[in-house]
Every structure is written in structure tokens, then in C-alpha cells.
């Protein structure tokens, strides 16, 4: 079946550094993915849709400066967390399209900024 | 906008024991439905999903769905549960146009106990 390797599992940084999270897809390939966050306890809330070499598109309230998507390719993407607070310490998932109406996760980044 | 709400934040039952995990969803327009599960320390995986058709679909390891669109409802249950369905079971909604995009409601942790 399809997978997904995220990494790092689990990060920790001091306030005002970046952190990059990489999220591959290890046997298909994929045009659209998703990064989502989600909080203790609560849902995973969709931060933005990325589509292979175009910019991607940020839900309303997310900042496009503070969290960067590259897409360069079908099977990788990266998130890069910019300049992290500790209001950004939260757990990180990927996702890719790997069918249709269907949706592969990678196993998520934990983010604690100290 | 979609929204879903779990009602249940945690659900323990013992082991061979009937469970039920409640899902409701409000949505302006026709959606998708979907279960993922998230075993411990794993990405989130697909369980059911309802597209169309018959409103009952069911998974491979025993979990069974019913769609009911008066209620707007997507129940999840399994009539006997093993320690191994111990996990976090998410309901999320897509819309029919531009499925892809996934909106989760909170999780429920299902803890099965011998």
C-alpha cells in the first residue's frame, strides 16, 4: 500500500530558529498534498494544500511567511517552520493524494519550541 | 464550511464488547464521509469511507458505518472489539467538489480493556 515517511518524529528547538519537516512519499506519486497541525486534544486542522510546482495555497489565518511549503517534486515536500515561538510547538502532518477520494498520512512531527 | 463533530473524547469498553463511536457533521452542500484510525506512534490510516450508494459500508477488520443523512450521522461500530482496535478513530467530511480537502472532527481514543 502507499506510505509515507515523515521526519524528524519529534523536534525540539530554541525560540527563534527554523526547523524543516520532510514529508515523502515512498511509493507513489502525488500532484496535491496537505500539511496539516494539530493541537493537544484537539482536531487536525488543515494549514494548506499544495499542489507540485506551483505555490501553495494557506487556509485562512495560517502565515504563508511563517510556515514555508516546498513542493519541487511529486514524492517531497517540506514545511519550514520560520523564526518558531513556542505558540508553534504542536504536532505536524503531512498527507499526500494517493487515490482518489483517498488520502495517505505520514506519522507527524512533533514541534516543541523551547 | 463543513464542521464535524465527535462527541466522545474517550470511549473505554472491554475487550469482545460492542462499541460505538458517534460522529455528526453539518455541511451546506453534499459531502464524503470518512473513518481514519491512528495506531500509536503511526500516521493516520483509512478505515470506511461513504461516496455513495448503500449508506452502510464496512471495513476489512470488522468496523461497520451507516450514513444517515436526516440525522446527519456517520456512526462508526464494531460488534465485538479486540485490544488491538485500541487506537484514535477520526470522522472527517470532504465535499463532493474538491473532495480531496479534509475537515476532522476532535477524535475519539478507543481504549480497550481485557
Known amino acids: 500500500g502507499a506510505v509515507v515517511s515523515q521526519h524528524p518524529s519529534r523536534v525540539i528547538c530554541k525560540s527563534g530558529t527554523s526547523v524543516k519537516i520532510e514529508c515523502r512519499s515512498l511509493d507513489f506519486q502525488a500532484t496535491t498534498m496537505f500539511w496539516y497541525r494539530q493541537f493537544p486534544k484537539q482536531s487536525l486542522m488543515l494549514m494548506a494544500t499544495?499542489?507540485?510546482?506551483?505555490?501553495?495555497?494557506?487556509e485562512q489565518g495560517v502565515e504563508k511567511d511563517k510556515f514555508l511549503i516546498n513542493h519541487a517534486s511529486l514524492t517531497l515536500s517540506t514545511l519550514t517552520v520560520t523564526s518558531a515561538h513556542p505558540e508553534d510547538s504542536s504536532f505536524y502532518i503531512c498527507?499526500?493524494?494517493?487515490?482518489?477520494?483517498?488520502?495517505?498520512f505520514g506519522a507527524g512531527s512533533r514541534l516543541t519550541v523551547l | 464550511a463543513q464542521s464535524v463533530t465527535q462527541l466522545d473524547s474517550q470511549v473505554p469498553v472491554f475487550e469482545e464488547a460492542p462499541v460505538e463511536l458517534r460522529c455528526n457533521y453539518s455541511s451546506s452542500v453534499s459531502v464524503y464521509l470518512f473513518w481514519y484510525v491512528q495506531y500509536p506512534n503511526q500516521g493516520l490510516q483509512l478505515l470506511l469511507k461513504?461516496?455513495?450508494?448503500?449508506?452502510l459500508v464496512k471495513s476489512i477488520n470488522g468496523f461497520e458505518a451507516e450514513f444517515n443523512k436526516s440525522q446527519t450521522s456517520f456512526h462508526l461500530r464494531k460488534p465485538s472489539v479486540h485490544i488491538s482496535d485500541t487506537a484514535e478513530y477520526f470522522c472527517a467530511v470532504s465535499r463532493v467538489q474538491g473532495a480531496q480537502k479534509l475537515v476532522f472532527g476532535q477524535g475519539t481514543r478507543l481504549t480497550i480493556n481485557p
Open positions: 498527507s499526500f493524494v494517493s487515490g482518489a477520494n483517498v488520502l495517505t
Open positions: 499544495s499542489n507540485e510546482g506551483s505555490k501553495a495555497t494557506y
Open positions: 461513504y461516496l455513495s450508494g448503500s449508506t
